[in-house]
């Protein structure tokens, strides 16, 4: 199969690497990564070739240890679908899920999280994401292991993480085995299969294939919160309008939006801390190889999501700026609530206010700006700066007396 259009414009193991330092973003060398929630048949077709492709650069113990893993994950895996499969296959998405839409770093999480405070709704938690197929039966007893294995903090923020964190099914993909742009973290890997943002340059039976892995996952969360409503966030779905549509037609979706230059920004420390703290290699693409990708990616995400929007019914979605939504959470919210019939806002209420009182004091990250990053960032992404109605820090300057 050759590499979909849409591949992460990595650059092969010529181009400039540097060290991967897991421990510069909190990370200990031997700390689980999200490999060691695969089952081996997963695994084998992530890892396959790259044993002798990266030999001497490889974690040697890392790739030993979700080796491993991914054996005894496969007997609860089966374990798992003999206690529950039947009752799983029963289990029924009554409600169409609602849906975080918008482009990486722009406020997405916080905006899940958010939103998860109304008890109506029930979003992927931390430990499902990180072990989908074997969650059913390993939540009692990793719940109360949490602070062996998971971090304090995400890698590339300040948000904290707990076993009851809501999180993006996009992590559950990637563990569970299903096309995925986080695949190429494992390995660095420019070519890797199935290493794609849209599915739609998959073939129809690899999409077919993602689609049965992400609703089984997503019955799986059904099946603990049979009376809530799935509350879904990942950037991704922004970029596979279509295959999400297909599977839920009534789907609802708030679209967050944010600075183009903090989007930028906190791009690239994204990928530098979640490449450091999961790639299983001891080095990774340089930061200029990373910056490269973080600018080329906004335009084939603003094309895909261009090429199916017209899809999303009226009435069904709605748009938000994160500046927004830092300045007055309830009030934003209550627009959401109101302009795609999320039902009453007074079940949000408590509980939004509950989360708003203890994030006092939440330091988001700032960062500075090289003149000539800031040029290029507004000429390739000059579309979005139109779009949303942001202004350029160069008409800024041409504009002041």
């Known amino acids: 199969m050759t590499a979909p259009r849409h591949s992460r414009p990595l650059a092969g193991d010529d181009a400039p690497r540097q060290p991967a330092r897991p421990q ?27 044993l002798a492709r990266c030999r001497g650069d490889l974690r040697l113990g890392l790739y030993a240890s979700v080796t491993a893993l991914s054996l005894g994950n496969s007997l609860v895996h089966g374990l798992s679908e003999l206690v529950h499969g039947r009752a799983l296959d029963r289990t029924e998405i009554r409600r169409d899920p609602v849906f975080v839409l918008g482009f990486w770093r722009s406020g997405t999480t916080w905006l899940h999280q958010l939103l998860s405070c109304d008890p109506r709704f029930c979003a992927p938690t931390s430990l499902q994401v990180f072990m989908p197929k074997t969650f059913l039966m390993l939540r009692h007893v990793m719940r109360p292991l949490a602070r062996l294995w998971l971090p304090d903090s995400r890698p590339m923020d300040n948000v904290k993480l707990t076993v009851d964190s809501s999180e993006e099914d996009e992590v559950a993909m990637t563990v569970a085995g299903a096309p995925s742009i986080m695949r190429g973290m494992a390995f660095d890997t420019p070519d890797a ?20 892995r992400w609703h089984r996952f997503l019955t799986m969360v059904q099946y603990l919160s049979p009376e809530q ?40 420390k994204a990928a530098e801390g979640m490449t450091a703290t999961q790639t299983l290699r001891r080095t990774m693409a340089s930061t200029e190889v990373q910056q490269e990708g973080v600018l080329r990616m906004m335009k084939d995400f603003m094309a895909a999501f261009d090429r199916d929007r017209a ?31 999320l039902g009453p806002f007074s079940d949000l209420e408590p509980g ?27 000429d390739e992404w ?17 504009d002041t007396p």
């Open 24 to 50: 510069d973003f909190g990370y200990a060398p031997m700390m689980p990564r999200l490999w060691h929630g695969m089952t081996y048949g997963d695994w084998r077709a992530l890892s396959r070739g790259e």
């Open 193 to 212: 299969p199935s290493m794609t943002r849209d599915i739609a340059d998959l073939p129809a039976e690899t999409r077919a294939e993602w689609l049965r």
């Open 229 to 268: 409503q799935l509350l879904l966030k990942s950037p991704g779905h922004t970029m596979r309008l279509a295959e999400v549509l297909r599977a839920f037609p009534q789907a609802r979706f708030v679209h967050i939006v944010r600075d183009p230059y903090e989007v930028a920004l906190s791009n690239l």
């Open 311 to 341: 899809q999303i019914p009226e009435g069904s979605y709605t748009l938000i700026r994160y500046e927004d939504l830092r300045a007055d959470p309830k009030a934003v919210l209550r627009g959401v609530y109101d302009a795609i019939g």
């Open 352 to 378: 939004l206010d509950r989360m708003l009182e203890a994030r006092k004091g939440y330091r988001v990250n700032t960062f500075e700006i090289d003149p000539g990053l800031a040029r290029r960032i507004e």
């Open 382 to 398: 000059d579309e979005f700066f139109q779009r949303y109605g942001y202004s350029k820090r160069s008409q800024r300057a041409t």
